[in-house]
């Protein structure tokens, strides 16, 4: 297994050029196959769930053709198998968009559950709400989601909570329904814009994305496309809260600053500067920085993707600071493990008190979950001491290059396997 090793205490400074949105990208590959003529998409990240994905996508029958490190280009004329298997989907949630895109194209799809746990425990309820409404059969056998239809037919469909995934499925699979659907309580994330720009580009007829309603006037089919994902709003604020923790000076490049409004006003509200460019962002952070309240929130409220980054950061601030997760229920596993750092914090069902501290001690702890993994090599970055972060598998689900991007922010960081290359990093260090 592999680790990071961190000897803290730089503030990072210069500039980093952040890729393509990870969320965007898996459904935007997923719909790609909806096609028989072949997709160009660029601006991919090079990360593991998008080569999991194209894995996936390769195993029932499409051809993937990979032009470099970030461009691929797919065709889905010679689809022979519309079933997911389950070592795809557990390692990627995100294998469920093929359920809405196979399920569009050929009225068929089988995927296996999501992780392989309860229907009850993953909101993929409206998920199914939405094919129900539009014609399909759902069943659940062995394990599998098991969706088809003889015809798919446009439906006023009313998602009773707010959902990305639900968002993003029903519209790839209405986009080829007959008729007109009406999509309310939809998502309104930049990666569901992005996706429905994706499937425009292709020839479907989607309106509204990005407000509270969506309308999708299906089309017989759709042809193909070159397409540039947009860049990746969560990697931003990541390195901009890394900025912050470490009392840098850093700008994030390749940004569309109208998507990072939240991350941005909470930088503000705990005494950071900040200054917008058109496709750039630049974090200033100096001397103590102050506490504040944070609620995790549907877009445009604040991320739950950037709650832990923010929650290291603010255990660094003066006072006393409240996080609320109205998202996922097992987000505050990393506050266990920054606690080992020195970190100040109680848990109480859906809600932190982080009392602010001085510094981190460095430690050995373990990555969670992807955004917290990338969360602790923050709070390394924010301590004199050796940090050493296990299970960094979950980071490189998410980030490309992490590491060499840190480093060209003046960071000392580097990924090891064995003890030796550990006592070997600290005797250089010391």
């Known amino acids: 297994m592999e680790q990071y090793i961190i000897k803290g205490g730089n503030p990072l400074v210069g500039e980093v050029e952040i890729g393509g949105a990870k969320n965007a990208a898996l459904a935007i590959l997923a719909a790609a196959i909806m096609t028989d003529e072949t997709v160009l998409i660029d601006n991919l990240p090079d990360v593991n769930d998008i080569n999991v994905l194209l894995e996936a996508i390769s195993g029932i029958g499409a051809e993937v053709k990979r032009i470099d490190r970030h461009t691929v280009k797919i065709n889905g004329k010679n689809i022979g198998s519309f079933d997911i298997e389950y070592d795809y989907i557990k390692k990627i949630r995100a294998s469920y968009y093929l359920l809405g895109a196979l399920l569009g194209k050929y009225k068929h799809a089988e995927v296996a559950l999501p992780g392989g746990c309860n229907i009850g425990s993953r909101p993929i309820d409206q998920h199914l709400k939405g094919f129900r409404a539009l014609g399909a059969d759902v069943d659940i056998e062995h394990g599998k989601i098991i969706a088809e239809a003889d015809r798919l037919v446009g439906k006023h469909i009313y998602f009773d909570v707010v959902s990305v995934g639900a968002t993003i499925n029903v519209m790839m699979a209405a986009s080829m329904a007959e008729g007109l659907t009406i999509m309310e309580n939809v998502a309104k994330e930049p990666h569901v814009v992005d996706i429905a720009n994706f499937l425009n580009s292709m020839g479907a007829n989607i309106r509204g994305a990005g407000t509270d309603v969506i309308k999708i006037r299906g089309v017989q089919r759709l042809h193909k496309t070159s397409y540039s994902i947009i860049p990746d709003q969560i990697e931003a604020g990541t390195f901009m809260f890394a900025a912050a923790a470490t009392r840098g000076d850093v700008t994030v490049l390749n940004v569309i600053p109208k998507h990072l409004e939240a991350t941005i006003a909470k930088l503000l509200e705990i005494g950071c500067e ?48 409240t996080i609320t997760e109205s998202i996922f229920e097992n987000r505050f596993k990393y506050l266990d493990e920054l606690a080992r750092m020195g970190a100040n914090v109680k848990i109480e069902g859906n809600s932190a008190t982080i009392e602010g501290v001085s510094s981190f001690s460095g430690a050995r702890v373990s990555a969670p979950d992807l955004r917290a993994g990338a969360a602790l090599v923050i709070a390394g970055l924010a301590t004199d001491g050796v940090t050493i972060v296990d299970d960094i598998v979950y980071i490189q689900r998410g980030y490309e290059c992490f590491e060499e991007k840190l480093r060209g922010l003046g960071a000392v960081i580097e990924r090891v396997s064995t003890e030796r290359e550990i006592q070997k990093f600290k005797l250089k260090v010391s």
């Open 274 to 321: 900040v200054e917008e460019f058109d496709d750039a962002v630049r974090v200033v952070s100096k001397g103590d920085l102050s506490n504040t309240q944070v609620k995790t929130l549907p877009y445009p409220g604040f991320p739950t993707d950037m709650q832990p980054q923010i929650g290291v950061t603010l255990a660094l601030c003066k006072g006393t600071s």
